[in-house]
């Protein structure tokens, strides 16, 4: 456990900008990880320092090579913390970018016919894309249904949909808006019983900074990463594809590489500030195994990460000290339920008596930072089958702590005191 290393809460605190305090509004607690996680010190140096270098790539220069350079290492990096031994690493212009350019280029390059499939638990980013080119393919798109209860899709809710005909699949790692995580490599194996070849392509964007990432043993075609939700900073998306679906053609410069997914000139700072996300999971793995394996370090801070948010989700639903938690809070509504088990970071909530968007306001005035979902194109796969039209996003990190926690259980207290419950 993070927590359970003398020094280590405050070394890993003392590596994110802004922790404590909003550089706006002054000191706050920030459990709005899932809008975009708190950035590292190292990536904001680094992306200060390429910023300003003047100088391109591909040219023969001093300047230009160490910029070539650092977008090798980042590419290594990439594919070290995706566990991607073979295929393509790319930057893109985001996540949900990085996401279309892999469902368009798989839909294209599908044999004709057949069916797309995805569920209904989907971020719009991969949902839109899949609904985007199936019309454009003529083919029908099907929808798996989720399960309201759970806040989750499982592998045999999928199997009464699948079939030999399934020529694209897409799969989302985590929930952004339930928090609940689904088994990936159950659901690609499924899919791969009934049709071998069909591309499947996952949305890895909210699972990133939470839990391992392991392309390799996933039997899939495509990932999608946004580096802004894990560590680094807006303006670009890390993407994974297979080695058929590079194969495959897409859009590219004529006469280009063959194998290339990027359009243009890249800013080689995506590069370096992703390095940084990565030299930091090996310094986290490095506290809990004596391994000089970068793998091995990466893989200990992912379970290290792992553990303690799982420990902080149990504080928040279940309680800490002599505060009680959410699940045991009269005229809470917890969205998928109060399970520990399979939650990435993310809680999503109602309070009877207070709109949501009055909560996230009590909050806020209290220091404590959430968000507001409502029932519209981004979560309103979700919450519209609820009946409800908001909902309040609470959203942790690793390097959030219990007596955060705590805080949070206390202010919603003084909110339910405040509807007259």
Avoid at 51 to 64: F, L, T
Avoid at 243 to 267: F, H, S, V, Y
Avoid at 365 to 370: A, E, F, Q, S
Avoid at 378 to 405: F, K, Q, W
Wanted: net charge negative; proline share 4%; glycine share 10%.
């Amino acid at each position: 456990m993070i927590a359970d290393i003398p020094g280590l809460m405050q070394a890993v605190r003392d590596r994110f900008a802004h922790v404590e305090t909003c550089p706006f509004e002054g000191p706050r607690i920030f459990f709005e990880n899932a809008g975009g996680a708190l950035h590292l010190k190292s990536v904001i140096e680094t992306s200060a320092a390429y910023a300003g270098y003047p100088d391109n790539q591909g040219r023969d220069n001093p300047a230009s090579r160490a910029l070539m350079a650092a977008i090798e290492r980042g590419r290594a990096d990439m594919r070290l913390f995706l566990n991607a031994p073979d295929g393509e690493v790319f930057v893109g212009e985001s996540g949900t970018e990085v996401l279309f350019r892999l469902i368009r280029t798989a839909a294209l390059a599908a044999a004709e016919g057949g069916r797309m499939i995805s569920t209904t638990l989907e971020h719009p980013a991969s949902r839109s894309a899949m609904a985007r080119w199936a019309q454009a393919t003529g083919r029908p798109h099907v929808l798996v249904p989720h399960d309201d209860a759970t806040g989750t899709v499982s592998a045999d809710a999928w199997e009464d949909h699948l079939g030999p005909d399934i020529r694209v699949a897409t799969i989302i790692h985590t929930s952004p808006v339930t928090g609940m995580a689904v088994d990936v490599g159950a659901i690609a194996a499924r899919i791969r019983a009934h049709a071998p070849d069909a591309f499947i392509i996952v949305d890895g964007i909210q699972h990133a900074s939470h839990g391992n990432i392991d392309v390799a043993a996933l039997a899939i075609d495509g990932y999608a990463v946004s580096p802004y939700k894990v560590f680094s900073r807006h303006g670009y998306g890390v993407g994974w594809a297979s080695e058929r679906l590079t194969a495959c053609e897409k859009e590219q410069i004529r006469g280009g590489p063959g194998r290339n997914w990027e359009l243009g000139t890249r800013d080689a700072g995506s590069y370096a500030t992703f390095s940084d996300v990565v030299s930091y999971f090996d310094w986290l793995g490095s506290q809990f195994t004596d391994s000089t394996d970068r793998r091995t370090r990466i893989l200990a801070a992912a379970e290290a990460i792992h553990d303690h948010e799982g420990r902080l989700m149990r504080a928040m639903l279940h309680g800490t000290g002599n505060l009680r938690g959410l699940a045991e809070m009269p005229g809470i509504t917890l969205i998928g339920g109060d399970r520990v088990e399979g939650r990435e970071g993310v809680v999503s909530l109602t309070l009877d008596g207070m709109p949501a968007a009055d909560l996230v306001r009590f909050l806020n005035d209290r220091g404590i930072r959430t968000h507001t979902r409502k029932a519209d194109h981004y979560s309103g796969n979700v919450l519209a089958p609820l009946g409800m039209d908001a909902c309040v996003r609470v959203s942790i990190c690793h390097y959030n702590t219990e007596g955060e926690v705590a805080r949070f259980l206390a202010a919603m207290e003084e909110a339910r005191a405040a509807t007259g419950a």
